[in-house]
T-cell receptor, first 117, second 109 residues
Framework: EPEVTQTPSHQVTQMGQEVILRCVPI?????FYWYRQILGQKVEFLVS????????KSEIFDDQFSVERPDGSNFTLKIRSTKLEDSAMYFC???????????????FGPGTRLLVL | GQNIDQPTEMTATEGAIVQINCTYQ??????LFWYQQHAGEAPTFLSY????GLEEKGRFSSFLSRSKGYSYLLLKELQMKDSASYLC??????????FGSGTQLTVLP
C-alpha cells in the first residue's frame, strides 16, 4: 500500500541553525501539507501546497518557514533559524482529490521529531 | 475561527463498547474525520463523515449531526491495541484539517 515517507526520523539541532525536513508524498497525490505537534499538544496545520505553490498557511508559518518541491517526488520544509519552541514532531501529509468537499483523505507520514537545543 | 472539543481521557474494558464525542464550531464545513494516533506515531485515518448519519466500518462507526455540530466515534469489541489517542478533525472551507486535542483511550483487561 502506498505511503508517505519522511526523513530524517529524528533531528537534533542547535538554536539558530537551519533544518530541512524531507517528505515523499504518495505518488499520485496532488495536495501536500505540513503539520506539527508539540509534545502533549494537538496537531496543528502549518501549510498546504498545490501546483507548485502555497495554497494556505497558518499563523505559525512565518518568514522562518518555507516549503519547496524541488523535484517530482520530494516535498521539503525548511526552518531558517530554529528556535527552542520549534521543537515538535513534524508530519507531512498528502491527498489526491481535486474536488473540495469530497472524501479527500489526508494520509500522514511517520513524522520527523525535531529537537532544538 | 475553529473550535473543536472532545474529552481528554476515557477508560473502557476489553470487549466493551465506547463512544467518543466531538463538538465543533467552524467557519465552513467540508467533512469531519477521525484519526487514531498511537504515542509517538502518525495519525492514521479511521473514518470520514460529510452528511448526517452513521458510517460503519467494521468495529468502528462514526456519526455526524451538522445542525448540532456534533460527531461521535463508536468502537465496539474493544481490544487492548485500541488504546490510543483518537483525534477529531474538521475540514472547513479550505483543505487543511483543524484537529481537536484528542481523546486518550485506555483499554483495560
Amino acid at each position: 500500500e502506498p505511503e508517505v515517507t519522511q526523513t530524517p526520523s529524528h533531528q537534533v539541532t542547535q538554536m539558530g541553525q537551519e533544518v530541512i525536513l524531507r517528505c515523499v508524498p504518495i505518488s499520485n497525490h496532488l495536495y501536500f501539507y505540513w503539520y506539527r505537534q508539540i509534545l502533549g499538544q494537538k496537531v496543528e496545520f502549518l501549510v498546504s501546497f498545490y501546483n507548485n505553490e502555497i495554497s494556505e498557511k497558518s499563523e505559525i508559518f512565518d518568514d522562518q518557514f518555507s516549503v519547496e518541491r524541488p523535484d517530482g517526488s520530494n516535498f521539503t520544509l525548511k526552518i531558517r533559524s530554529t528556535k527552542l519552541e520549534d521543537s515538535a514532531m513534524y508530519f507531512c501529509a498528502s491527498s489526491s482529490n481535486r474536488r473540495a468537499g469530497s472524501k479527500e483523505t489526508q494520509y500522514f507520514g511517520p513524522g520527523t521529531r525535531l529537537l532544538v537545543l | 475561527g475553529q473550535n473543536i472539543d472532545q474529552p481528554t481521557e476515557m477508560t473502557a474494558t476489553e470487549g466493551a463498547i465506547v463512544q467518543i464525542n466531538c463538538t465543533y464550531q467552524t467557519s465552513g464545513f467540508n467533512g469531519l474525520f477521525w484519526y487514531q494516533q498511537h504515542a509517538g506515531e502518525a495519525p492514521t485515518f479511521l473514518s470520514y463523515n460529510v452528511l448526517d448519519g452513521l458510517e460503519e466500518k467494521g468495529r468502528f462507526s462514526s456519526f455526524l449531526s451538522r445542525s448540532k455540530g456534533y460527531s461521535y466515534l463508536l468502537l465496539k469489541e474493544l481490544q487492548m491495541k485500541d488504546s490510543a489517542s483518537y483525534l477529531c478533525a474538521v475540514r472547513g472551507s479550505a483543505r487543511q484539517l483543524t484537529f481537536g486535542s484528542g481523546t486518550q483511550l485506555t483499554v483495560l483487561p
